[in-house]
């Protein structure tokens, strides 16, 4: 498990679990999170849930023979999302300008999340949140894809809800199979 | 082990097929046909673009690696043909991404402005199929974030004038679409550098890094490698249009109608021809099919020719079937 997300992030291993009542709220945040964007709330989503100082990263993950101890990788490496709060803001805007030709029709995009695991951090009101994804694309009339992955999030608490503060997704298939991967995991 | 197998291979016979690897300017290309011609003559008069910055202000450039992968149902020919010379598609196919970019680029969104495109840009093509086009004063527009990168430009350009002359700084100061024939695009400028390695007819497997100028400070290198992912990187804004063209162009043409048809590649065609200042054919505007005239003609003449002394007996007259010699003389004596 590569848990190199921030030096700010208490490790998983003695870190404190949340509640039983705290799960579950990160958990139905969750699949808020994922209803929202299986509606195209974009924009929702970025206002309600996501921190202003978001890190919104998917670095490039190479096949690597076990023996290979290069260090994963960093911020500073190469990425497929690598993202500030702008940066997230324009890939949302280009969605709503009603010029996306491959969103029209829309395709459908559904979410499954699992394996919650919460923490607390030394930071107070900052999870530290593991989770599994399986996405899956429906377009046109037979294109279909399958995105799995995991998800190591710090949630912002906000009030009675969450907001993302860093989320880095460790995308399963080193060679990426679809045309892109303009959706937020 | 291979005395109870009965083994009676000559494993002298069964070696792997060699591969020569030549480098150019440092960029290694493979080629595993011992009859086709060095790396530097295949790039040929291209050679004399690409010192624009391989050579660039002395030390050139690099690729920053490791390259993210990603599968695309398309045939190899389109990629390698959107960017040897694609740049009407730009304004529509990208028009999302251009209007919330904005910059001058904005402009271009849908294609509402009405552009005088002859005065904006060139394409080119020369020996081999390969090509370019290029947007004057552009190269850096595709980049969000990019003061910084603008200031190294600025910085670069005496030294690239000193080294190579007027028309090569301009092109180091041009944005480009680029392919080297058959399956090496690059977009110059905004740093994006593929191979599109076919699986087949119909499905390639796209391998991208980040082209940087060797001179560039590690921050700058950095930022600039977010910026290229952002726009052509496997989730890129700009990228997201382009392979759903890819595989709808592939898509459609399998049909049995579509099948019947040809290639209309016309646009431009007569407006362009050998210039004195560069190799090759030039085109009159980087909106022109210049670059896919010369991309085609060449993958027709090497699935023509049995031997590649068949593709050498043409090396002096491949570019005969750009008719219009005269163009840029006649063009550049009543500008
Ligand atoms: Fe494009």
């Not at chain 2, 905004?190 to 390639?204: D, E, L, M, S």
């Amino acid at each position: 498990m590569q848990s190199d997300i921030q030096p700010n992030v208490a490790s998983a291993a003695n870190a404190p679990r949340v509640s039983a009542e705290l799960q579950h709220q990160i958990e139905q945040h969750y699949y808020t999170e994922a209803r929202m964007l299986q509606n195209g709330q974009f924009r929702e989503w970025l206002d309600q849930l996501v921190a202003p100082d978001i890190h919104y990263w998917l670095p490039v993950y190479e096949q690597r023979f076990r023996r290979d101890k290069r260090p994963a990788p960093t911020p500073d490496d190469a990425a497929i999302y690598n993202d500030d709060f702008s940066m997230l803001k324009m890939r949302v805007d280009r969605l709503y300008t009603g010029q996306v030709w491959m969103e029209d029709p829309p395709s459908r995009i559904r979410y499954s999340i699992s394996n919650v695991e919460a923490y607390h951090t030394d930071e107070p009101g900052e999870l530290q949140v593991f989770s599994n994804f399986t996405i899956q694309r429906h377009r046109r009339q037979t294109e279909h894809y399958t995105h799995t992955g995991g998800r190591e999030d710090l949630l912002r608490q906000d009030g009675t809800t969450f907001r993302l503060a860093r989320r880095k997704i460790d995308l399963d298939a080193r060679v990426v199979q679809d045309k892109n991967l303009y959706f937020f995991a | 082990m291979e005395q109870r197998c009965h083994a009676q291979v000559d494993k002298k016979e069964c070696g792997l097929p060699q591969v020569r690897v030549e480098s150019y300017r440092g960029f290694l290309y493979g080629c595993f046909d011992a009859d086709a011609p060095s790396l530097e003559e295949y790039l040929g008069e291209f050679g004399w673009f690409l010192d624009t910055w391989m050579i660039g202000a002395g030390n050139g450039a690099e690729l920053l690696g490791p390259p993210s992968k990603s599968i695309l149902d398309c045939n190899w020919k389109v990629p390698a043909e959107n960017f040897v010379g694609d740049a009407y598609h730009v304004g529509w196919t990208h028009a999302a991404a251009l209007e919330v970019m904005g910059g001058e680029l904005a402009e271009l969104a849908g294609n509402r402005a009405d552009m005088p495109f002859d005065d904006l840009g060139k394409q080119f093509t020369t020996r081999h199929g390969h090509g370019f086009g290029v947007i004057h004063n552009a190269a850096t527009s595709i980049h969000t974030d990019r003061a910084a990168y603008d200031q190294f430009m600025a910085d670069q350009l005496p030294k690239v004038t000193k080294n190579l002359g007027q028309e090569r700084a301009n092109l180091f100061n041009g944005h480009w679409n680029c392919t080297l024939f058959p399956n090496n695009s690059f977009l110059y400028g905004t740093n994006t550098f593929k191979v599109w390695h076919p699986r087949g007819p119909h499905q390639i497997e796209v391998w991208t890094w980040t082209l940087v100028h060797k001179d560039m400070d590690p921050e700058l290198r950095k930022k600039i490698q977010k910026g290229a992912a952002f726009s052509f990187g496997t989730a890129g804004t700009l990228l997201a249009d382009d392979g759903e063209n890819m595989m709808t162009c592939t898509y459609s043409n399998r049909g049995a109608l579509t099948r019947r048809g040809t290639l209309q590649s016309t646009m431009g065609m007569n407006h362009e021809g050998p210039h004195p200042d560069y190799p090759g054919i030039v085109g009159a505007s980087f909106i022109g099919e210049t670059s896919y005239r010369g991309f085609y003609r060449f993958y027709k003449e090497i699935l023509k020719a049995e031997k590649w002394d068949a593709v050498r007996a043409k090396d002096d007259s491949w570019d005969s079937t750009f008719e219009n010699r005269d163009f840029w003389v006649n063009n550049l004596n009543t500008a």
